[in-house]
Each structure stands twice: as C-alpha cells, then as structure tokens.
C-alpha cells in the first residue's frame, strides 16, 4: 500500500488502467475456456474412455474363446486316454497318436486360426517327442515350467505373459515370435496343454486403428516392452525409457 501512495500520478493511472483491462480479459479467458475449450476435452477424454473400453471388451472376449477351447482339449477323452500309461503299451501308443491324436491336432489347427501353436507335457516316458508332445522332465528345471505348475495347481489354468516363443529343443521352433501361453492340466496327473497366441488376436484393431484423428494407441509388457500399437516410430525407445524411470 505504501509503496502505492509514492508511486507518480502518471504510474498509478497506468496500473489503474492495466487492473481494470485484465479483469474483463481473465473474465473473458474463463468464459472461453468453460464454453469451448473444457467441452472439447471432455469429449475428446469421452472418446479416449470408449475406445479403451472397446479394446478392453476385445481381449476378453477373445481369451473367453481362447480358455474355451483350451478346456474342452484338455478335458477331451480322447487326448487323456493317450497320456494314461494304462491304456497304451509302447506298440499301441504310437498307433493311438497316429489315428487318434494327430488327425484331432491337425483339425483344430485348421478350425482355431488364432491360435498360433499347440503344445503338450507329459511325464509318460512312452510317448515319443514330436512338434506337439514334450517330456517335462526335460524342463523341469525352468523358471517359466516351475511357475506354470505353481499357478496351475493353485488356479486351475495360467496365462503367461508376452514371452519370446520358445523351442523346446528342436521342435515347434517359434523363437523370435513374440506369444502368449495359456496353459491348463489334463485330467491325468503331470499333463498339461499350452496353446500359443499371437498379440495380434487380441490387439490387431490398435495397429489398424488410431485414436481419434491423430492420436496412438500401444500396449506394452510391465518393462515397457512394445507388444502391439499404432504409435509413431521411434517412440517405442521412449516408452522403455518412460517405464524404466517409473520402475
């Protein structure tokens, strides 16, 4: 106030006059704001909310197809009379998977497109390794076998995060091919089922389409790993980098 009553005339009519000009300014700035400005937000966060929740509906519905299909195979008669020791002697199993198992595993190949790779393991030592069936044992020593059998037994079924495809020795090689796995037990004991799947099943409309008219959809691994999106190139190396710091 002080400071005020010794400033000169001439400076008191300036700031006089720049306070009177700024409150219809401000008043102004606000009522642009409120009328233009914060319902173009709204909308644009609104359509932000739909598309997610679009995307969201996408993955479920497709991993309610996908655990489908893996339930009615690992619960199929057929398939579990093939892993019982019982039913088989070392001469008759090789028959059963000849005109039994492989021709199942060939139709549902060409029925389930969106899925990548069908993968067994088995504690039977009788069956013979292929491209479909692999013996645990030779496994059991890996962290991501251990961790299967731990969720299994507590929840019934597993799904694995986006992984680099594995070989399993010198079958089925899909190293390089980032998947997920859905893993469930057979009825007999030390059996279970993996099916592979490709992020694009469950993501391929991120790629295709972009968010409102310029925006970019991505979905990454915890790491900050890039597993699917529309986003520009170069912005994966900052999306790592985002989720390093956060971590």
Not at 89 to 111: F, G, Q, R, V, Y
Not at 234 to 242: D, I, N, Q, R, Y
């Amino acid at each position: 106030m002080k400071l005020f009553q010794k400033m000169h005339y001439k400076s008191k009519l300036i700031l006089c006059y720049l306070i009177l000009v700024s409150i219809p300014l401000s008043l102004s700035i606000v009522l642009l704001y409120n009328s233009i400005i914060k319902p173009v937000q709204d909308n644009a966060m609104k359509s932000i909310e739909s598309r997610l929740e679009q995307e969201l509906h996408t993955v479920s519905s497709q991993m309610e197809k996908l655990d489908k299909v893996a339930y009615l195979l690992s619960t199929n008669t057929t398939v579990n009379h093939f892993f019982t020791p019982e039913y088989y002697d070392d001469l008759t199993i090789i028959k059963a998977m000849n005109n039994d198992i492989l021709p199942l595993m060939s139709w549902l190949e060409a029925s389930n497109p969106d899925i990548f790779q069908y993968h067994f393991f088995t504690g039977n030592p009788s069956i013979p390794e292929t491209s479909f069936f692999h013996h645990c044992g030779s496994f059991q020593e890996e962290t991501w076998m251990q961790e299967m059998q731990t969720e299994v037994s507590r929840a019934g079924y597993y799904w694995e995060g986006a992984h680099s495809g594995r070989s399993y020795r010198r079958f089925g090689n899909s190293q390089g091919q980032t998947v997920y796995s859905l893993f469930y037990p057979l009825l007999t004991d030390g059996n279970y089922l993996e099916i592979c799947i490709r992020p694009s099943v469950f993501f391929g409309s991120l790629e295709a389409l972009p968010i409102l008219s310029s925006g970019s959809l991505a979905y990454t691994t915890l790491e900050g790993n890039l597993v699917a999106g529309n986003i520009p190139s170069g912005t994966a190396t900052s999306l790592e980098e985002l989720f390093s710091k956060v971590q």
